[in-house]
């Protein structure tokens, strides 16, 4: 297969995986919202973060390391498991001692033995990082996707809601966690069978390490800037405040960043092995640019729109006060994955420090700018709106890079940009009118919902498909035509018969 037909077939499973997961976070979010408490979710967000920085720290880049270089040996495999499983074990017993301190800090003391049970996940997870990382150098997504769509399945929809069914709160979510990672171990590992040899050969590291430790820092910077408005609000508003703004933002952002990650995993390979081929990079990366943008604003404009109905279904009636917080961050959807797929761009090539600085910069301007919402008392949607106005300035200034990166193309990146906007713009307009008519004649939240889902996917659908021109019409129409012919032959013979 060539490096396109391999590149299309990894987003088709890629993209299996995100629909999969957007068709079931909501059933389980839902579920989860009527047997936990907003200071359960609080709990639980605290110490996600908590976990997911160790998380970073942990992986040291390691996987990226290996989708990236060029020429992969034995010996680099077996000194990714080596360094993986040392730091694993290393992030555990660190995170196990400072937990307390952490408790401290937040002035959350109930965290600290929640802190210690996400602490032994740092093995499990280290576990997975080689053989992940090698199916995403090969573009093998179907053991990656059938891993993840059924570790979800079993770690959350049986484990996750049996285990807060059963009284086990803010943990209930961290068994979940614990059963994703062993489902996907076993099936990743299946799928490659690398050796668990050890080196300590110091030359061994080299490469990694060169590569890994600028891509960690990268990943340290992301993660605090993702997670500041978490660590800000449950010191100064409490678990309970902090579980309802965590609900709201999962609402909207928790699929934008599956899809943000399922972009990140097919295009850092596709994009490395073609880092030296300008023109061919130029091409991909504003292919895919034009129809993220068209994808992404469209959605943000009808999560605008469908806020009330989100809440009430998902969330549940005691979450309602989430609204108006789901209808600013519904502004915030596009920029995190446009953003995500110039900043692949800048991995794939080996240009991190352009990276480093921007999420250095964008860290201290989100702290500053939450320190200024907290001083005059703007509450949590005042948080949701620095997110937005951050994210996009974030965007423009990826946005510069990028077109460095690929020697031109700022046209067609405003051109991409616009058109995402006017297209977003068209399908909220649409789907305005058609939820307000339903709101005044009384239509109930839940058959409101259905009703926008499906408006939804039609816009979305009609507009990649017959809207302004983009790789998918490219990729879908020739599809389409062959199916069309296949019907009309089978009908054809039914006909003579």
Same mark, same amino acid.
């Given at each position: 297969?060539?490096?396109?037909?391999?590149?299309?077939?990894?987003?088709?499973?890629?993209?299996?995986?995100?629909?999969?997961?957007?068709?079931?976070?909501?059933?389980?979010?839902?579920?989860?919202?009527?047997?936990?408490?907003?200071?359960?979710?609080?709990?639980?967000?605290?110490?996600?973060?908590?976990?997911?920085?160790?998380?970073?720290?942990?992986?040291?880049?390691?996987?990226?390391?290996?989708?990236?270089?060029?020429?992969?040996?034995?010996?680099?495999?077996?000194?990714?498991?080596?360094?993986?499983?040392?730091?694993?074990?290393?992030?555990?017993?660190?995170?196990?001692?400072?937990?307390?301190?952490?408790?401290?800090?937040?002035?959350?003391?109930?965290?600290?033995?929640?802190?210690?049970?996400?602490?032994?996940?740092?093995?499990?997870?280290?576990?997975?990082?080689?053989a992940t990382a090698l199916l995403r150098r090969a573009l093998r997504f179907r053991p990656l996707m059938l891993g993840e769509v059924g570790g979800y399945v079993l770690g959350q929809g049986i484990f996750g809601l049996g285990a807060a069914a059963l009284g086990f709160?803010?943990?209930?979510?961290?068994?979940?966690?614990?059963?994703?990672?062993?489902?996907?171990?076993?099936?990743?590992?299946?799928?490659?069978?690398?050796?668990?040899?050890?080196?300590?050969?110091?030359?061994?590291?080299?490469?990694?390490?060169?590569?890994?430790?600028?891509?960690?820092?990268?990943?340290?910077?992301?993660?605090?800037?993702?997670?500041?408005?978490?660590?800000?609000?449950?010191?100064?508003?409490?678990?309970?405040?902090?579980?309802?703004?965590?609900?709201?933002?999962?609402?909207?952002?928790?699929p934008i960043n599956s899809l943000a990650r399922s972009i990140t995993r097919v295009l850092a390979p596709s994009f490395s092995r073609v880092q030296h081929q300008q023109d061919t990079l130029r091409r991909s990366y504003l292919s895919g640019l034009l129809v993220v943008?068209?994808?992404?604003?469209?959605?943000?404009?009808?999560?605008?729109?469908?806020?009330?109905?989100?809440?009430?279904?998902?969330?549940?009636?005691?979450?309602?006060?989430?609204?108006?917080?789901?209808?600013?961050?519904?502004?915030?959807?596009?920029?995190?994955?446009?953003?995500?797929?110039?900043?692949?761009?800048?991995?794939?090539?080996?240009?991190?420090?352009?990276?480093?600085?921007?999420?250095?910069?964008?860290?201290?301007? %989100? !702290?500053? =700018?939450?320190?200024?919402?907290?001083? $005059? /008392?703007? *509450? @949590?949607?005042? #948080?949701?709106? +620095?997110?937005?106005?951050?994210?996009?300035?974030?965007?423009?200034?990826?946005?510069?890079?990028?077109?460095?990166?690929?020697?031109?193309?700022?046209?067609?990146?405003? %051109? !991409?940009? =616009?058109?995402?906007?006017?297209?977003? $713009? /068209?399908? *909220? @307009?649409?789907? #305005?009118?058609? +939820?307000?008519?339903?709101?005044?004649?009384?239509?109930?939240?839940?058959?409101?919902?259905?009703?926008?889902?499906?408006?939804?996917?039609?816009?979305?659908?009609?507009? %990649?498909?017959?809207?302004?021109?983009?790789?998918?019409?490219?990729?879908?129409?020739?599809?389409?035509?062959?199916?069309?012919?296949?019907?009309?032959?089978?009908?054809?013979?039914?006909?003579?018969?």
């Open positions: 297969m060539t490096l396109k037909a391999k590149t299309v077939h990894a987003i088709k499973w890629s993209y299996l995986s995100f629909f999969a997961n957007l068709l079931l976070a909501p059933v389980f979010a839902a579920i989860l919202a009527r047997l936990l408490t907003k200071h359960d979710f609080g709990l639980f967000a605290l110490g996600m973060s908590m976990y997911s920085l160790g998380q970073y720290i942990a992986d040291f880049g390691i996987g990226q390391a290996l989708v990236q270089k060029r020429e992969l040996t034995d010996e680099d495999v077996r000194a990714g498991v080596t360094a993986s499983l040392l730091l694993g074990l290393s992030i555990m017993s660190l995170a196990w001692m400072l937990a307390p301190l952490a408790g401290t800090l937040l002035r959350q003391p109930e965290v600290v033995p929640l802190f210690r049970t996400f602490a032994c996940l740092y093995l499990l997870a280290s576990l997975l990082t080689v709160g803010a943990y209930s979510l961290a068994i979940s966690l614990a059963v994703q990672y062993l489902f996907q171990f076993v099936v990743t590992y299946l799928a490659t069978r690398h050796s668990f040899r050890l080196t300590f050969r110091r030359e061994s590291f080299r490469a990694l390490s060169a590569f890994g430790g600028r891509a960690a820092l990268i990943n340290c910077l992301e993660f605090v800037s993702a997670n500041l408005d978490t660590f800000l609000i449950g010191r100064w508003y409490g678990t309970a405040t902090l579980g309802l703004y965590n609900r709201g933002f999962n609402a909207v952002c928790m943008s068209i994808t992404l604003f469209s959605a943000a404009a009808g999560v605008f729109v469908c806020a009330r109905e989100i809440v009430l279904v998902l969330l549940g009636p005691s979450f309602a006060s989430a609204i108006p917080i789901v209808q600013v961050l519904a502004f915030f959807i596009p920029f995190p994955v446009l953003s995500n797929i110039s900043a692949v761009l800048a991995e794939a090539s080996a240009r991190l420090t352009a990276k480093i600085v921007i999420q250095l910069v964008y860290l201290l301007l %989100l !702290a500053a =700018a939450f320190t200024l919402v907290v001083r $005059l /008392g703007w *509450g @949590v949607t005042g #948080f949701a709106q +620095v997110l937005v106005v951050a994210g996009a300035l974030r965007c423009f200034v990826y946005a510069v890079v990028a077109c460095r990166i690929i020697g031109g193309g700022g046209w067609a990146t405003v %051109l !991409a940009y =616009a058109t995402g906007v006017g297209c977003g $713009l /068209g399908v *909220g @307009v649409v789907m #305005f009118l058609v +939820v307000s008519w339903a709101r005044t004649a009384g239509m109930a939240p839940f058959m409101l919902l259905g009703l926008e889902l499906l408006l939804g996917a039609l816009l979305l659908g009609g507009v %990649l498909l017959f809207g302004p021109p983009n790789e998918v019409q490219r990729q879908a129409r020739p599809l389409i035509r062959a199916r069309l012919a296949r019907w009309r032959n089978a009908a054809g013979e039914i006909e003579q018969l």
